[in-house]
Structure formats: C-alpha cells, structure tokens
C-alpha cells in the first residue's frame, strides 16, 4: 500500500522560500499521478499542484510563478519548492496520489494521503 510522508516544513519570512518533500514507499510510485494540496486553519482542504506520470503539471492560480512541483524518480521523491512565500501560505501541507491520471485538483479525488508538513509565513 502507499505510504506518503511530507517533510521540509517550519516557519519562512514573508518572501522567503522552502523545500517540500514526500516520500513514497510503494513501488508503483510512476503510476500515479502526484499532488500536493493545503489546509489552514478554519478553511476547506485546497490544491496546489498536482504532476501526471507523463510529467504533465497543473497548479493553482494563488501559487502560479511562485511554487513549482518536480520528482526525482530515482529517490521516489515528490518536490514542492515553494518562493516568494506570503502570509496566506501558510498552512498545513500534504501530499497525496492517485492512480486515475487526471490533471485535477479535488481533493475527493485523491485515495492516499500523507499526515503533512506545517509551513508558517511571517
């Protein structure tokens, strides 16, 4: 079974920048498609990012030019480096995958889940 856990989370300046990562532990971790998604406090789940197994990628509005997602197929690891950080991003982040292959941010959508990674801007 797929197993997702997010690290590189903590506390960023206004303007600053971290690195995300997800590890997966399954196998077939180039089968899925791989997102990442955002929670903060007293506000609905929403996505961020989310990368096809043909590398095709989709990311929301508030984060276009600023985050990028990538993988490292080798390491079977899930980037989110996430630039020019403002308030609003902060949050708690979790990655999650799926196997349908749909360039999609619903979070209804997605079977697994990592526990997340909390990412505070100030």
């Known amino acids: 079974e797929v197993q997702l856990v997010e690290s590189g989370g903590g506390s960023a300046q206004v303007g600053g920048s971290l690195t995300l990562s997800c590890v997966d532990s399954e196998a077939g971790y180039s089968r899925y498609r791989m997102a990442w998604f955002r929670q903060a406090p007293g506000k609905e789940r929403e996505g961020v990012a989310v990368r096809l197994s043909d590398g095709g990628t989709k990311y929301a509005d508030s984060v276009k030019g600023r985050f990028t997602i990538s993988k490292d197929s080798v390491k079977k690891i899930l980037y989110l480096q996430t630039n020019s950080l403002k308030p609003e991003d902060t949050g708690t982040y979790y990655c999650?995958?799926?196997?349908?292959?749909?360039?999609?941010?619903?979070?209804?959508?997605?079977?697994?889940w990592g526990p997340g990674t909390q990412v505070t801007v100030s």
């Open positions: 999650a995958a799926d196997e349908k292959q749909w360039l999609r941010l619903v979070p209804t959508e997605y079977r697994y």
